[in-house]
């Protein structure tokens, strides 16, 4: 059975080696398909000029509140000391801090290409805020080592969550 990946670039078009990304035609670019974990990853090759890797994980609040529910054993294994104060410190708002933040994890191992195998850990992956609120990755362990095997520039994420659900999607930039 051939799997599709669940991914919808719209606007952006693909023929013949170039990607229309908005008014800036890329030639030579192409867009590499993976899934794991049933879900989608994809890196978007820009020719010489950079690689775009991408993952993006989604979660029910009802089904992450029951795994956190079993006790602090999930919590210690899947979340940083940091990440725990920082979720516990908002109360009733802690559980949707949890999920985007697993979801994040989750996102950026798939953007990494391997999911969460092959050495990599949730401790690996740490998302904290700044000051300002904007939410940062601080790889460690085996997710640094990929990271800068990749020769990986920059990563960024992104974390939302709504009443039923949380996701978050990674962004990390590689190449010259």
Do not use: W
């Amino acid at each position: 059975m051939h799997k599709t990946c669940p991914v919808s670039l719209m606007d952006k078009t693909m023929d013949s080696g170039s990607i229309d990304m908005g008014s800036i035609p890329i030639r030579d670019a192409s867009i590499e398909y993976r899934l794991i974990s049933g879900l989608c990853s994809f890196t978007i090759s820009l020719g010489d000029i950079m690689n775009i890797r991408c993952g993006i994980d989604i979660v029910e609040l009802d089904r992450f509140s029951r795994a956190l529910s079993t006790g602090d054993s999930f919590k210690n294994k899947v979340f940083t000391p940091n990440e725990r104060s920082y979720c516990e410190s908002l109360g009733k708002n802690s559980l949707q801090s949890y999920a985007a933040r697993f979801c994040a994890k989750e996102a950026v191992a798939k953007a990494l290409g391997t999911g969460i195998s092959k050495g990599i850990s949730f401790q690996d992956i740490e998302v904290l805020n700044e000051e300002n609120g904007k939410p940062t990755v601080y790889l460690h362990g085996e997710a640094a080592n990929i990271y800068e095997m990749l020769g990986s520039k920059a990563i960024d994420i992104s974390l939302t969550h709504s009443r039923d659900y949380a996701a978050a999607q990674a962004v990390i930039l590689t190449g010259e």
